[in-house]
């Protein structure tokens, strides 16, 4: 049973200015709540009960909104409030607070909706301990709602996930969720790099996975997505 999640929340949200002058991006509402609390909705609801949040701009905020929230859930932060330490060294950093058992992580900034099952039960049932040092949820390109870009990710009939080339068009797109083992979280090159170190050392190997979402996801980059959101989510 994976019930330890990270939620990555120390960005500083640029992209989401002017809104995110006085809070943190985390704390932007969508729907009439903010953006984290839809992450961990669905971190709860998928079974997860404990989670280590990252933080760094305006982390006083984020950390006061965590204590006020009704919840179950055992919140741990992770401080980088001296130093931003992007997903790979901030993971590096929350190691020692996740455990030596594999977990959820998720950005706080992605919003996604269940299909037909719920999603994180379903990455629960495909994992392999034996094959995998980490499992993507990727979604379509043509359903990734508020993504702008070419894609991210290739998938072979096994799950394996490859690059997409310059040039191209790649069919799947990261979700911002994803099971890590513990051991790819070692030999950091510095304090401060990207998650993408662990995934290529992963790909390398032959065990970088995927999974297809099967429900909505949102891209909650800029403010001008933020009605876009609420609208597809009114209307079901």
């Known amino acids: 049973m994976i019930d330890t999640a ?32 839809h992450a961990l909705d669905r971190l709860e609801a998928g079974g997860v009960r404990r989670v280590v949040v990252n933080v760094h701009y305006l982390a006083n905020m ?16 992770s401080d980088e409030r001296e130093r931003l330490l992007e997903t790979g060294g901030g993971l590096v950093k929350a190691l020692p607070l996740l455990g030596d058992a594999p977990f959820f992580c998720a950005n706080s900034d992605n919003l996604w909706v269940d299909g037909p099952s719920e999603t994180l039960s379903m990455m629960r049932a495909l994992w392999d301990e034996e094959k995998m040092d980490a499992l993507l949820l990727v979604v379509p390109l043509a359903r990734a709602q508020g993504h702008g870009g070419p894609g991210d990710f290739h998938m072979d009939p096994d799950g394996r996930l490859s690059r997409r080339k310059p040039g191209h068009v790649a069919p799947f797109v990261f979700t911002g969720v994803q099971i890590l083992s513990p051991r790819l979280i070692a030999d950091p090159p510095g304090a401060v790099f990207s998650t993408n170190l662990f995934w290529n050392r992963a790909m390398e190997a032959g065990r970088l996975f995927g999974v297809s979402h099967q429900g909505l996801w949102f891209d909650v980059g800029t403010p001008r997505a933020i009605p876009i959101v609420e609208a597809a989510l009114a209307h079901g």
């Open 62 to 77: 984020v950390e006061a909104h965590l204590r006020a929230r009704r919840s179950d859930v055992e919140f741990v932060v």
């Open 6 to 37: 990270m939620l990555m929340a120390a960005g500083l949200g640029k992209r989401m200015r002017p809104l995110t002058a006085t809070r943190p991006k985390p704390l932007v509402k969508v729907a009439g709540k903010p953006l984290m609390d």
